[in-house]
C-alpha cells in the first residue's frame, strides 16, 4: 500500500515538472504574442494600410523623437534610436495592436530631472570638448546619456520585477480619472518646459516642488529678453500645425492620405533658416549637428543607478501606467484582449534592451497611437515598417537637419499634447457621474502640477483608495428573503408561456474601480453559457446552470428551471436595490454591460435604480432613448417584457453576484 502511494506520488510528482512540448508552445505564444499573430497575418488586406500607417507613424516618430530628446536634455540624435529599437521589442512582446511605443513626453520629462541633477549645464564648459568619443560628440553630451541610459535600464528593470511578482493585477486600483490628471498635469509640465524655446528666452534649469510657478515667474521678470522673431515663429508653427491637423481630422474620411503637417513644416522651417541664415542673423536657436549611423551598443553605467532610483521608479510607473491607459483603450475600440502582466514585461524590456543603444526611457504616446488609429493600422506591422523609415533617416537625412529651429520643434511637442491637454473637458462629466471623481482628478491635477507627475499618480491611488475604503462600510446586502418571495410572486401570477427568456441578476454590493472589471467578467460568463445552452439539460446540467457565481440555491437542484435554452432574444435584470453607491469606473462598466449585450441580442433593463445612477447613466452612455430602461422594481420590468415581447418558454432564474472584496 505504502509503495503504490509512493508510485502514485512519483508519477504525480513528474508530470507537474516534466514540461511538455505543448506547454513550451503554448507559454513561448504567451509571452511572445508575435508569434500568435504573425503566422495568421493576412498580406492582402492589411499590408497597405499598414504601410501608410507606418510612414505617417514614421513621421512623427522622427519628429517627437527629436524633440523629446531634448526634453531629456540629451543630444537630439538619442531621441531617433529612442524611436526605433524600443518600437521593435514591444512589437515582439507587447499585445497592444495600435500601441506605438518610443520616445514619450513624461518620461523624457522625468528623465531630464536626473540629467540636470548629476550632469548640470553650468559644467560644460569644465569638461573637455573632444570629439573622439561615440558619434564624434562632446564628454559632456556623452555624460549626459549616460545618465538617461541609467534612468531607462533602472526602470525597466523595475517594470520586469513587478512582472515576475504579477503586479499587473494590482493596476486596477489606478483609475480612469487619477490617469487623466496625472497625464493632463505632465502635458501641462511639458509645455510649461518648453516656454523658452517658444520665446527664444536663455533660461537656468527649473525643477522640483513648485518650479512650475518659478518658471513663469522668471519669464515675467525677464520679459524684455524675449525674442521676437521666435515668438512670431512660434505663433506661427502653432496655427499652421493646428489649423492642417484639424482639416485633416474633418476631411480624413473623403482623403485617402492625410497630409503629414509635421514633416512638411520641419522642411519649410529648415530651408527658410538655412537661406535666411537665422542662426546667426536673428540669434535663433538650432537643433545643430546630427550624426550619421548607429553607435555600438554599450552597457549602461551601473555606479550611477543608486543615483537616480528616484527617476527610474518614475519612469517605470507612470511609463507603464499611461501605456497600459493606451493599450486597453485599443483593445477596447477593436474587441481584443491584453494582459497587464505581459505589458510590464514588454515595456520592461524595451527600456532594458534599448537602453544598450543610448535610448532615452520609453513608453507608448497618446499623439502616436491617436495617428494608428486614424490612419487606419491593423497590427504591429505598421510600426516595424515606420522602424525601416527611422533608419533612413538616422542614416541618411539626420544632417539635413542642422537648420531646424528650436522654436519650430518646441511648436511641434505643444501641438502634440493636445490630446492630453484637452483632457481638461473630462471634469464636465465626472462631475455629472460622481462629483467625488471630480474633487479626485483636481486634487491629483493640483499635485501633479506642484510636484511631479510620479507624486501625482501616487496621491491619486492612495487618495482614490482611502475614498473607497471609507465608502464601503455603508454598503448593504440584498435581502434573500425578499427575492425569493418575488420569484414566487412573478411566477404565480404571470403566464409563463407568454414570456421570452428572463435572467434576473441581483447586484449586491456597490460597483467601483475595485470590483467593476470583476462585475464585468461574470455578468459576460452569465449570458454566454445562457446562449450556449441549446441542448436539453439533463439533472446535473441544471443544477450548474441555477447556481452559477453562488447562487441563491446554495448547489441543490430547482425543478423549476427550464428544459432548454432557445436561441431567441433574450432579458437581462439587473436589480440595483443593493447598489448602494459607484463611481465613474462602475458606470462606464455598467453602459459598456447594456452596449456588449445590445450587441448580443440581449435587452437590458433596470431595475430600482437611483435617481443618481439614472443621470449618470443616461449622461455617460449613448443608451437606447426609444425604449424603457429603467424600472421601479422587477416586477415592472417583467411586466414591460409581457406586455411587449411574448416568446414561447420562459426560462426565470435569480441570481446573486458574490460579494465582490477589496480584493477582487
Same mark, same amino acid.
Given at each position: 500500500?505504502?509503495?503504490?502511494?509512493?508510485?502514485?506520488?512519483?508519477?504525480?510528482?513528474?508530470?507537474?515538472?516534466?514540461?511538455?512540448?505543448?506547454?513550451?508552445?503554448?507559454?513561448?505564444?504567451?509571452?511572445?504574442?508575435?508569434?500568435?499573430?504573425?503566422?495568421? $497575418?493576412?498580406?492582402?488586406?492589411?499590408?497597405?494600410?499598414?504601410?501608410?500607417?507606418?510612414?505617417?507613424?514614421?513621421?512623427?516618430?522622427?519628429?517627437?523623437?527629436?524633440?523629446?530628446?531634448?526634453?531629456?536634455?540629451?543630444?537630439?540624435?538619442?531621441?531617433?534610436?529612442?524611436?526605433?529599437?524600443?518600437?521593435?521589442?514591444?512589437?515582439?512582446?507587447?499585445?497592444?495592436?495600435?500601441?506605438?511605443?518610443?520616445?514619450?513626453?513624461?518620461?523624457?520629462?522625468?528623465?531630464?530631472?536626473?540629467? +540636470? *541633477?548629476?550632469?548640470?549645464?553650468?559644467?560644460?564648459?569644465? =569638461?573637455?570638448?573632444?570629439? =573622439?568619443?561615440?558619434?564624434?560628440?562632446?564628454?559632456? +553630451?556623452?555624460?549626459?546619456?549616460?545618465?538617461?541610459?541609467?534612468?531607462?535600464?533602472?526602470?525597466?528593470?523595475?517594470?520586469?520585477?513587478?512582472?515576475?511578482?504579477?503586479?499587473?493585477?494590482?493596476?486596477?486600483?489606478?483609475?480612469?480619472?487619477?490617469?487623466?490628471?496625472?497625464?493632463?498635469?505632465?502635458?501641462? @509640465?511639458?509645455?510649461?518646459?518648453?516656454?523658452?524655446?517658444?520665446?527664444?528666452?536663455?533660461?537656468?534649469?527649473?525643477?522640483?516642488?513648485?518650479?512650475?510657478?518659478?518658471?513663469?515667474?522668471?519669464?515675467? +521678470?525677464?520679459?524684455?529678453?524675449?525674442?521676437?522673431?521666435?515668438?512670431?515663429?512660434?505663433?506661427?508653427? /502653432?496655427?499652421?500645425?493646428?489649423?492642417?491637423?484639424?482639416?485633416?481630422?474633418?476631411?480624413?474620411?473623403?482623403?485617402?492620405?492625410?497630409?503629414?503637417?509635421?514633416?512638411?513644416?520641419?522642411?519649410?522651417?529648415?530651408?527658410?533658416?538655412?537661406?535666411?541664415?537665422?542662426?546667426?542673423? $536673428?540669434?535663433?536657436?538650432?537643433?545643430?549637428?546630427?550624426?550619421? &549611423?548607429?553607435?555600438?551598443?554599450?552597457?549602461?553605467?551601473?555606479?550611477?543607478?543608486?543615483?537616480?532610483? =528616484?527617476?527610474?521608479?518614475?519612469?517605470?510607473?507612470?511609463?507603464?501606467?499611461?501605456?497600459?491607459?493606451?493599450?486597453?483603450?485599443?483593445?477596447? %475600440?477593436?474587441? $481584443?484582449?491584453?494582459?497587464?502582466?505581459?505589458?510590464?514585461? !514588454? @515595456?520592461?524590456?524595451?527600456?532594458?534592451?534599448?537602453?544598450?543603444?543610448?535610448?532615452?526611457?520609453?513608453?507608448?504616446?497618446? &499623439?502616436?497611437?491617436?495617428?494608428?488609429?486614424?490612419?487606419?493600422?491593423?497590427?504591429?506591422?505598421?510600426?516595424?515598417?515606420?522602424?525601416?523609415?527611422?533608419?533612413?533617416?538616422?542614416? #541618411?537625412?539626420?544632417?539635413?537637419?542642422?537648420?531646424?529651429?528650436?522654436?519650430?520643434?518646441?511648436?511641434?511637442?505643444?501641438?502634440?499634447?493636445?490630446?492630453?491637454? /484637452?483632457?481638461?473637458?473630462?471634469?464636465?462629466?465626472?462631475?455629472?457621474?460622481?462629483?467625488?471623481?471630480?474633487?479626485?482628478?483636481?486634487?491629483?491635477?493640483?499635485?501633479?502640477?506642484?510636484?511631479? #507627475?510620479?507624486? &501625482?499618480?501616487?496621491?491619486?491611488?492612495?487618495? =482614490?483608495?482611502?475614498?473607497?475604503?471609507?465608502?464601503?462600510?455603508?454598503?448593504?446586502?440584498?435581502?434573500?428573503?425578499?427575492?425569493?418571495?418575488?420569484?414566487?410572486?412573478?411566477?404565480?401570477?404571470?403566464?409563463?408561456?407568454?414570456?421570452?427568456?428572463?435572467?434576473?441578476?441581483? /447586484?449586491?454590493?456597490?460597483?467601483?474601480?475595485?470590483?467593476?472589471?470583476?462585475?464585468?467578467?461574470?455578468?459576460?460568463?452569465?449570458?454566454?453559457?445562457?446562449?450556449?445552452?441549446?441542448?436539453?439539460?439533463?439533472?446535473?446540467?441544471?443544477?450548474?446552470?441555477?447556481?452559477?457565481?453562488?447562487?441563491?440555491?446554495?448547489?441543490?437542484?430547482?425543478?423549476?428551471?427550464?428544459?432548454?435554452?432557445?436561441? +431567441?432574444?433574450?432579458?437581462?435584470?439587473?436589480?440595483?436595490? &443593493?447598489?448602494?453607491?459607484?463611481?465613474?469606473?462602475?458606470?462606464?462598466?455598467?453602459?459598456?454591460?447594456?452596449?456588449?449585450? %445590445?450587441? *448580443?441580442?440581449?435587452?437590458?433593463?433596470?431595475?430600482?435604480?437611483?435617481?443618481?445612477?439614472?443621470?449618470?447613466?443616461?449622461?455617460?452612455?449613448?443608451?437606447?432613448?426609444? %425604449?424603457?430602461?429603467?424600472?421601479?422594481?422587477?416586477? !415592472?420590468?417583467?411586466?414591460?417584457?409581457?406586455?411587449?415581447?411574448?416568446?414561447?418558454?420562459?426560462?426565470?432564474?435569480?441570481?446573486?453576484?458574490?460579494?465582490?472584496?477589496?480584493?477582487?
Amino acid at each position: 500500500m505504502t509503495g503504490a502511494k509512493k508510485k502514485k506520488k512519483s508519477m504525480l510528482w513528474g508530470k507537474m515538472h516534466t514540461p511538455q512540448c505543448e506547454d513550451i508552445i503554448q507559454w513561448c505564444r504567451k509571452r511572445l504574442p508575435i508569434l500568435d499573430w504573425a503566422p495568421h $497575418y493576412n498580406l492582402k488586406e492589411n499590408l497597405l494600410p499598414d504601410t501608410v500607417s507606418g510612414i505617417m507613424l514614421a513621421v512623427q516618430q522622427v519628429t517627437q523623437g527629436l524633440a523629446f530628446a531634448v526634453l531629456s536634455s540629451v543630444h537630439p540624435v538619442f531621441g531617433l534610436y529612442g524611436s526605433l529599437f524600443p518600437a521593435i521589442i514591444y512589437a515582439i512582446f507587447g499585445m497592444g495592436r495600435h500601441v506605438a511605443t518610443g520616445t514619450f513626453a513624461l518620461t523624457s520629462l522625468i528623465s531630464a530631472n536626473a540629467v +540636470e *541633477r548629476i550632469v548640470p549645464q553650468n559644467i560644460q564648459n569644465l =569638461t573637455t570638448q573632444s570629439n =573622439t568619443s561615440v558619434l564624434g560628440l562632446s564628454d559632456f +553630451e556623452m555624460q549626459r546619456i549616460h545618465v538617461a541610459v541609467a534612468v531607462s535600464f533602472l526602470g525597466g528593470v523595475i517594470q520586469v520585477a513587478m512582472f515576475v511578482l504579477q503586479l499587473g493585477s494590482a493596476t486596477f486600483v489606478v483609475t480612469e480619472p487619477v490617469i487623466s490628471a496625472m497625464t493632463t498635469g505632465a502635458a501641462t @509640465h511639458v509645455v510649461t518646459s518648453q516656454v523658452k524655446y517658444l520665446l527664444g528666452m536663455k533660461m537656468p534649469y527649473i525643477s522640483g516642488p513648485l518650479g512650475f510657478f518659478y518658471i513663469y515667474a522668471y519669464v515675467f +521678470e525677464n520679459i524684455k529678453s524675449v525674442r521676437l522673431e521666435a515668438l512670431l515663429l512660434s505663433l506661427l508653427s /502653432i496655427v499652421v500645425l493646428v489649423l492642417v491637423k484639424e482639416l485633416n481630422e474633418q476631411f480624413k474620411k473623403k482623403i485617402k492620405v492625410v497630409l503629414p503637417v509635421d514633416l512638411v513644416l520641419i522642411i519649410a522651417a529648415s530651408f527658410a533658416c538655412y537661406c535666411t541664415n537665422m542662426e546667426n542673423t $536673428y540669434g535663433l536657436e538650432v537643433v545643430g549637428r546630427i550624426p550619421q &549611423g548607429i553607435p555600438s551598443p554599450r552597457a549602461p553605467p551601473m555606479n550611477i543607478l543608486s543615483a537616480v532610483i =528616484t527617476e527610474a521608479f518614475g519612469v517605470a510607473l507612470v511609463g507603464y501606467v499611461a501605456s497600459l491607459a493606451l493599450a486597453q483603450g485599443s483593445a477596447k %475600440k477593436f474587441k $481584443y484582449s491584453i494582459d497587464d502582466n505581459q505589458e510590464f514585461l !514588454a @515595456h520592461g524590456l524595451s527600456n532594458i534592451v534599448s537602453s544598450f543603444f543610448f535610448c532615452i526611457p520609453s513608453a507608448a504616446a497618446m &499623439g502616436r497611437t491617436a495617428g494608428l488609429y486614424s490612419t487606419g493600422a491593423k497590427t504591429q506591422v505598421a510600426c516595424l515598417i515606420s522602424c525601416i523609415f527611422v533608419l533612413i533617416v538616422i542614416y #541618411a537625412i539626420g544632417p539635413l537637419l542642422y537648420w531646424l529651429p528650436m522654436c519650430v520643434l518646441a511648436s511641434i511637442i505643444v501641438v502634440g499634447l493636445k490630446g492630453m491637454l /484637452i483632457q481638461f473637458r473630462d471634469l464636465k462629466k465626472y462631475w455629472n457621474v460622481d462629483k467625488i471623481d471630480w474633487g479626485i482628478w483636481v486634487s491629483t491635477y493640483v499635485f501633479t502640477i506642484c510636484f511631479a #507627475a510620479n507624486v &501625482g499618480l501616487l496621491f491619486g491611488v492612495v487618495c =482614490t483608495i482611502a475614498i473607497v475604503i471609507g465608502r464601503f462600510p455603508r454598503a448593504m446586502t440584498l435581502s434573500i428573503k425578499n427575492m425569493k418571495e418575488m420569484e414566487f410572486k412573478v411566477k404565480t401570477e404571470m403566464d409563463s408561456e407568454n414570456l421570452q427568456q428572463v435572467k434576473i441578476i441581483s /447586484i449586491n454590493n456597490p460597483l467601483v474601480f475595485l470590483n467593476a472589471k470583476k462585475f464585468y467578467t461574470d455578468l459576460m460568463n452569465i449570458i454566454q453559457k445562457e446562449n450556449a445552452c441549446n441542448q436539453p439539460l439533463d439533472d446535473t446540467s441544471k443544477c450548474e446552470q441555477n447556481t452559477l457565481l453562488n447562487s441563491l440555491s446554495n448547489g441543490n437542484c430547482n425543478e423549476e428551471v427550464s428544459q432548454s435554452c432557445p436561441n +431567441e432574444k433574450c432579458s437581462l435584470i439587473l436589480d440595483c436595490s &443593493g447598489f448602494t453607491f459607484f463611481d465613474y469606473s462602475g458606470v462606464s462598466m455598467l453602459v459598456e454591460v447594456y452596449m456588449d449585450c %445590445k450587441g *448580443r441580442s440581449v435587452d437590458v433593463l433596470l431595475a430600482h435604480c437611483t435617481a443618481s445612477l439614472i443621470k449618470a447613466m443616461t449622461y455617460y452612455g449613448n443608451l437606447d432613448s426609444e %425604449k424603457p430602461i429603467f424600472f421601479e422594481s422587477v416586477s !415592472a420590468a417583467i411586466s414591460h417584457i409581457h406586455s411587449n415581447k411574448a416568446s414561447d418558454k420562459l426560462l426565470f432564474g435569480n441570481l446573486d453576484l458574490p460579494k465582490m472584496s477589496l480584493l477582487s
